[in-house]
Every structure is written in structure tokens, then in C-alpha cells.
Nanobody
Framework: QVQLVESGGGLVQAGGSLRLSCAAS????????LGWFRQALGKEREFVAL????????VYADSVKGRFTISRDNAKNTVSLQMDSLKPEDTAVYYC????????????????WGQGTQVTVSS
């Protein structure tokens, strides 16, 4: 079993930065692909970014490519999402998630989820 706890959300002005962190418990952390998803009010949950178990491979949604950076530290059981050049349309609840499947961006294929953290970007 893996438990995920996000932190780092908040209110920021457009053009600003935030760093989200996700702390994981469970001995299988190093073998899991970790992802970030987001869900804006009234919209479906969407993929943001993922990082492979080793940290050597990453995938980003087109909407955040070049602005967001995902990274992981297997020694500390953490995954982070550095968000720069934030836009009002990035406003959403951000979720950390984990899966045993490689390279998947579909939320249904992620087995473990955090409780979410709110990110609000004002214009």
C-alpha cells in the first residue's frame, strides 16, 4: 500500500511560481511511476506530468511543457512539481498519483492518489 500526501499549493499571481511536493509512504515507492494531475472546477481530471521510477524519463502535457518540471527523490520518497510562469488557467486542485504502469497518462490507470492541493493563479 502507498499513501501520498501533497503540499505546497496556494495563491499566486500570473507569471509567478509554486513548487508542489508529494511525500509517499510504502516500500514500493522506487518501483512506481509518479504523476501529477489536476482538476479545475467543473472539468475532468487531466494529466499534467509524470516521471519514471528511475527519474530519467519524464512526460508533460502540452499545456505545461516548458513551464513545469517534475522530479523525484527516491531516497526521500518524494516527488515534486516546479511550476513557473503560471497562468490563470493553471488554477485547479493538483493531485499526486502513482502507478505500476510505464508512461500512462490516463488517471484510471493510477492506483494511488493523494488528497489534492489547491493552486489558484490570479490575473
Amino acid at each position: 500500500q502507498v499513501q501520498l500526501v501533497e503540499s505546497g499549493g496556494g495563491l499566486v499571481q500570473a507569471g509567478g511560481s509554486l513548487r508542489l511536493s508529494c511525500a509517499a509512504s510504502g516500500r514500493t515507492f522506487g518501483s512506481l511511476v509518479l504523476g501529477w494531475f489536476r482538476q479545475a472546477l467543473g472539468k475532468e481530471r487531466e494529466f499534467v506530468a509524470l516521471v519514471s521510477w528511475s527519474g530519467s524519463s519524464t512526460v508533460y502535457a502540452d499545456s505545461v511543457k516548458g513551464r513545469f518540471t517534475i522530479s523525484r527523490d527516491n531516497a526521500k520518497n518524494t516527488v515534486s512539481l516546479q511550476m513557473d510562469s503560471l497562468k490563470p488557467e493553471d488554477t485547479a486542485v493538483y493531485y499526486c498519483a502513482a502507478t505500476r504502469y510505464s508512461g500512462v497518462t490516463t488517471p484510471e490507470l493510477y492506483n494511488y492518489w493523494g488528497q489534492g492541493t489547491q493552486v489558484t493563479v490570479s490575473s
